[in-house]
T-cell receptor, first 113, second 114 residues
Framework: SQKIEQNSEALNIQEGKTATLTCNYT??????LQWYRQDPGRGPVFLLL?????KEKRKERLKVTFDTTLKQSLFHITASQPADSATYLC????????????FGSGTRLSIRP | KAGVTQTPRYLIKTRGQQVTLSCSPI?????VSWYQQTPGQGLQFLFE???????NKGNFPGRFSGRQFSNSRSEMNVSTLELGDSALYLC?????????????FGSGTRLTVV
């Protein structure tokens, strides 16, 4: 069955530095990958979608890469700010059904001033 | 435009009772998915509805059920509640299904079973 792995340990970054989060997946080749942000007690918020034929996608201070050979996506936040502190989730369409979106367990990011 | 609305926000129920949670998607969105989120298991897929039809179901017991109405509003029901059902239940809507459209999530219903 498909597996999505995100770094379960929290990531602590100094303000102004670039935060890099990793999402690894196994056992199949998804057509796309999504990234979400979740704050405590709230639902996830969609950030970016990257498709299998795209190597990189940018949105303001966010950059996502998608390496289908390594089966890995990297999520970068440049010039990080304390307000970027949250849990970041990657998500993939299900192996058996593209409309069943499966989420990774998320990585908690803390940006210290 | 209005976001995804979930009601109620908080709920406390006793073991053995049943509960119904409601979700109103963004206007025009026809796909509604439900997720259960717990600290230990993360976001677990429950089911997805599109145009009143259940398209997918996750690995949950039959006590968990749902439906979608003609106006795309959706409800999920959990019968014979167990302590382990305590969780944040999230509803997500999207314009279509299977295309990669990002989900818009509601704020969730926090269910506590005592």
């Amino acid at each position: 069955s498909q597996k999505i792995e995100q770094n379960s340990e929290a990531l602590n970054i100094q303000e102004g530095k670039t935060a890099t989060l990793t999402c690894n997946y196994t056992n199949y080749s998804p057509a796309y990958l999504q990234w979400y942000r979740q704050d405590p007690g709230r639902g996830p918020v969609f950030l970016l979608l990257i498709r299998e034929n795209e190597k990189e996608k940018r949105k303001e201070r966010l950059k996502v890469t998608f390496d289908t050979t390594l089966k890995q996506s990297l999520f970068h936040i440049t010039a990080s700010q304390p307000a970027d502190s949250a849990t970041y989730l990657c998500a993939l369409p299900g192996y058996s059904s593209a409309s069943k979106i499966i989420f990774g367990s998320g990585t908690r990011l803390s940006i210290r001033p | 435009k209005a976001g995804v609305t979930q009601t109620p926000r908080y709920l406390i129920k006793t073991r053995g009772q049943q509960v119904t949670l409601s979700c109103s998607p963004i206007s025009g969105h026809r796909s509604v998915s439900w997720y259960q989120q717990t600290p230990g298991q993360g976001l677990q897929f429950l089911f997805e509805y599109f145009s009143e039809t259940q398209r997918n179901k996750g690995n949950f017991p039959g006590r968990f059920s749902g439906r979608q109405f003609s106006n795309s509003r959706s409800e999920m029901n959990v019968s014979t509640l167990e302590l382990g059902d305590s969780a944040l239940y999230l509803c997500a809507s999207s314009l279509t299904t299977g295309s990669g459209d990002g989900y818009t999530f509601g704020s969730g219903t926090r269910l506590t079973v005592v």
